[in-house]
């Protein structure tokens, strides 16, 4: 049971290049997140889904697009990247969205734009 | 709006005894999570509070009150690798984190 996985651990991209971040989970949650953390500061979610096929926006969706084709994978989209999105990138799964919600988050993606 | 307030330091001396505070402002509130994120790491979950009154799970205790919009989250017999910063997150239709507190010890 591996969890939640994310690819790269690390990337520097280039302004304006794009790139997937990749999530999977192997727990059948049906609630993913992503969450971008700058440096001492706290989540802010960017993009969550309560199933496949089904998306919506947190706090901060603006360049980012995302899509949940099964319930397992969860890609983060960036098209045009900026230096603003420099951040770590935490994916994360849930099973449910209540009681005991219990969110188990993944190693994290280092992506510097530059 | 969302908002959820927590010191952003907190030293304590190895051995001893810490709360952490939390209070919020939301629309509507499910409950109160704590996560742990040590540097470089993932925040692992640490509790989560539904209901008013106490929780305890080994040297971790975390507590809600729900008419106070208040929480906090209690580490005992403080040990060096509970160096971290610590998160509370409050669920409404999805998940806000606070920005963290950061947690020092000192031998």
């Known amino acids: 049971n591996a969890g939640v996985t994310q690819t790269p651990k690390f990337r520097i991209l280039k302004i304006g290049q794009s790139m997937t971040l990749q999530c999977t989970q192997d727990?059948?949650?049906?609630?993913m997140y992503w969450y971008r953390q700058d440096p001492g500061m706290g989540l802010k979610l960017i993009y969550y889904?309560?199933?496949?096929?089904?998306?919506d926006k947190g706090e901060v969706p603006n360049g980012y697009n995302v899509s949940r084709s099964t319930t397992e994978d969860f890609p983060l989209r960036l098209e045009l990247a900026a230096p603003s999105q420099t951040s770590v990138y935490f994916c994360a799964s849930s099973y449910s969205a209540g009681a005991e919600e219990t969110q188990y988050f993944g190693p994290g993606t280092r992506l510097l734009v530059l | 709006g969302q908002s959820l307030e927590q010191p952003s330091e907190v030293t304590a001396v190895e051995g001893a005894i810490v709360q952490i505070n939390c209070t919020y402002q939301t629309s509507g509130f499910y409950g109160l999570s704590w996560y742990q994120q040590h540097d470089g790491g993932a925040p692992t979950f640490l509790s989560y509070?539904?209901?008013?009154g106490l929780e305890e799970t080994g040297r971790f205790s975390s507590f809600l009150s729900r008419s106070d919009s208040y929480g906090y989250l209690l580490l005992q017999e403080l040990q060096m690798k509970d160096s971290a910063s610590y998160f509370c997150?409050?669920?409404?239709?999805?998940?806000?984190f606070g920005k963290g507190t950061r947690l020092h010890i000192l031998p």
């Open positions: 889904s309560v199933g496949a096929g089904i998306t």
């Open positions: 727990m059948n949650h049906n609630y």
């Open positions: 509070n539904a209901l008013d």
């Open positions: 997150a409050v669920r409404e239709d999805k998940i806000i």
